[in-house]
């Protein structure tokens, strides 16, 4: 699943294409990809309406109309693109019409969603911490580690806590803070959530600027693919050696995901 690096290249590329364009029209292939809202209504709040804006928030893409926002969700293999016209293939979920284009919504899998929203705050108030915001903090990092007693894995991953970082990006930051992934959050030391707090922000700029992570589906554009996985430390490197001190890479379960560190500079 893309996760903020992918879902932010996403956006700066359709930045240019998008911002200004009418929606003409929006049309439906697959009934389940409008979430919260259904097809006449929707419909009926898009169309004319300019798009202003196109943001990233968690790992949606946001569009912002006059009238409200549509966030859009690529989940395993969405993909949302420009083009000239429809083209004549399969998964296509939706199509919106605009001014002088159309924005595919492709996705094999069926995963992806669209969502309205016509106030921002109860769309945002749904997240957590940006961590690439000014309010994540090392301060704001620590108190909110260390009032809670959770593994750190899954507390990193919960959404309402800090909105976009996912298994990939998690086990990179951990790696580099050396702490343990089944680590509870109210044990782990301030000088590793420092060491934590500039590793999660430093690996997210990262992967922004290697147009994030491609293992199988994710591609921005016209099926450029992320370059940012040569760049790994610690994810999909189970049997390896760790770069830091040669230890054997395990992976385990933790969160319900696969997990990946390195048992000797990540002690629990």
């Not at 002088?100 to 669209?114: A, E, P």
Request: glycine letters at 6%; a positive charge; hydrophobic letters at 35%.
């Amino acid at each position: 699943m893309p996760e903020l690096p992918e879902v932010e290249t996403v956006v700066r590329h359709l930045k240019p294409d998008l911002i200004g364009q009418r929606i003409k029209s929006f049309q439906s292939y697959w009934p389940k990809v409008l979430g919260n809202v259904d097809y006449k209504y929707f419909h009926e709040f898009t169309k004319g309406h300019e798009i202003l804006d196109v943001t990233r928030r968690a790992k949606f893409i946001v569009m912002h109309l006059e009238n409200g926002f549509i966030p859009i969700h690529l989940r395993m293999t969405g993909r949302l693109y420009p083009n000239d016209r429809i083209p004549d293939e399969k998964h296509i979920s939706a199509v919106f019409q605009l001014s002088d284009k159309v924005l595919i919504f492709k996705d094999t899998r069926k995963f992806g969603r669209i969502y309205w929203y016509d106030e921002w705050s109860e769309f945002d108030n749904k997240h957590g911490l940006e961590p690439l915001g000014e309010q994540f903090t090392k301060q704001w990092l620590v108190q909110s580690l260390h009032s809670k007693k959770r593994q750190m894995k899954a507390l990193l991953l919960d959404q309402h806590l800090i909105a976009g970082l996912g298994n990939i990006y998690v086990d990179e930051a951990l790696w580099t803070a050396r702490i343990h992934p089944l680590t509870t959050s109210n044990k782990v030391t301030t000088i590793e959530i420092s060491r934590l707090h500039k590793s999660i922000k430093a690996i997210l700029e990262q992967a922004i600027a290697y147009n994030g992570t491609t293992f199988i589906n994710f591609t921005f554009k016209d099926g450029v693919p992320g370059s940012y996985r040569n760049q790994l430390q610690v994810f999909d490197r189970e049997g390896d050696h760790c770069k830091r001190c040669n230890t054997t890479i395990k992976k385990i379960r933790a969160a319900g995901r696969g997990t990946y560190f390195c048992p000797r500079c990540q002690k629990k």
